[in-house]
């Protein structure tokens, strides 16, 4: 099992990035998958989730109450990838964002549920 993320980078307060993870090793679509985050000095902490589609097209998302409505998790499973994209970005968002593999069971904002991580992407968002 191996994720990927990709996409971070240095932006200025206001500012967009789109992040991606790369995901290999096992059936993509089987699996809810979910981005953490951690600042300096900090525990890390639930970004947001996405969960399986099943036989749907449909997939449910939930985020924190911190990026509710400035960030979208999103997910291809041809391609074996979910994505983060994130806009109006401030300073207190800066972290290390990583994506996480989340089996069925658990809550969506515990770490506790998540089996496998990628390596983590730096954001830095700063003026």
């Known amino acids: 099992v191996q994720l990927v993320e990709s996409g971070g980078g240095s932006v200025q307060p206001g500012g967009s990035l789109r992040l991606s993870c790369v995901v290999s090793g096992f059936t993509f679509s089987n699996y809810a998958m979910g981005w953490f985050r951690q600042a300096p000095g900090e525990e890390r902490e639930f970004v947001a989730v996405i969960r399986w589609s099943g036989s749907s097209t449909y997939f449910g998302t939930y985020y924190a109450d911190s990026v509710k409505g400035r960030f979208t998790i999103s997910r291809d499973n041809a391609k074996n990838t979910v994505y983060l994209q994130m806009n109006s970005l401030k300073p207190e968002d800066t972290a290390v964002y990583y994506c996480?593999?989340?089996?069925?069971?658990?809550?969506?904002?515990?770490?506790?549920?998540?089996?496998?991580w990628g390596q983590g992407t730096q954001v830095t968002v700063s003026s």
């Open positions: 996480a593999r989340k089996p069925a069971l658990g809550p969506s904002s515990s770490q506790s549920s998540y089996d496998y």
